[in-house]
């Protein structure tokens, strides 16, 4: 299978998982913590929730080079924000409105999850090489 649709399949199921972790935010705590905190949790949340999926991707489908963990992860994120921001365009959010989530200045924590999608890929194959080589090692 090629490998652009590949991982595409398996970034899918990250969009119903920040939809629910979104959605417990808005229906839950976050008119009890306020909207900046509330974004700063399930922003942090998020991240988590994404690296428990993508360990069972990656225990499942190991990538096989520091090249290609590299480039599945820019390749994650640019379909992440590819979706946010077209959702947001076809949804008639301005570009300045869906650019507030980048304020890391002010609290939006939301780069942080586009750098989390990025980076876990190379984490995940960086995490699997060194445990294989102290394995050999003992």
């Known amino acids: 299978m090629n490998f652009l649709f590949r ?8 969009i119903p998982i920040a939809v629910v972790n979104g959605t417990i935010r808005d229906l839950g705590y976050a008119k009890y913590i ?6 700063q949790v399930a922003s942090v949340v998020l ?7 993508m360990y069972f991707i990656f225990k499942k489908h190991p990538m096989t080079s520091t ?12 379909l992440t924000v590819t979706f946010e921001f077209g959702l947001g365009y ?3 959010k301005s570009f300045n409105t869906m650019m507030l989530d ?5 609290g939006r924590l939301w780069i942080c999850v586009l750098v989390w999608i990025a980076v876990a890929p190379y ?13 050999t090692h003992l």
């Open 7 to 14: 991982w595409f399949i398996f970034w899918l199921p990250m």
């Open 34 to 39: 306020g909207a900046l905190i509330a974004h």
């Open 47 to 53: 991240i988590a929730w994404l690296g428990l999926y």
């Open 67 to 78: 090249v290609q963990s590299l480039l599945l992860g820019i390749y994650w994120m640019l």
């Open 90 to 92: 076809a949804s008639g």
């Open 102 to 106: 980048y304020h890391i200045e002010q």
């Open 123 to 135: 984490f995940f194959f960086i995490r699997k090489t060194t445990r294989k080589q102290k394995k």
